[in-house]
């Protein structure tokens, strides 16, 4: 059971930083292509759609180009030996949680790196806004965000049936 969790919790990881590194090369021209980024799920990365909706100059756009190519010129490339390094981990002959726990960890650091990092540039981007766009942003936001919160609940509550009716099925 242990060796599946830690399975689980690996191959999580790799995927979510190999979807965060997709997620990020996103460029802002691809963001407003078509009134905004329709693919992907707004729950893996709510900041990929923050600035939909937003009628930008192009001085803007331009200058919001310059910020993304610079971070991704800045960013590290992707460590693969990590990736390698934690699948022998786990299909390794017996399970080493330290190790496990240690690769997690380090996997875990360059994303928390990654994601300030992000921040940083939607940051500046944002100050790029005038008043009238960040409010529209905020707007925005509000929405996309009572949407998750209407998504979560339904889970819970989905959640919540699913342990009741096995619950009562024993």
Known sequence: MRNLTAVVIASAMVLSHASAKAADTTTID???QNGGLTTGSMTQNPQSHMFDGIELTEQQRQQMRDLMQQARHERPALDIQDIETMHDLITAESFNEAAIRGQAEKMAQAQVAQQV????????????????????????????????????????????????????NQ
């Open 30 to 32: 691809e963001m407003h």
């Open 117 to 168: 990092e992000m921040a940083r540039v939607r940051n500046q981007m944002y100050h790029l806004l005038t008043p009238a766009q960040q409010a529209t942003l905020q707007k925005n936001y509000e929405q996309r965000i009572n949407e998750l919160r209407k998504l979560a609940n339904l889970q819970q509550s989905s959640s919540l049936q699913a342990v009741s009716s096995t619950s009562s």
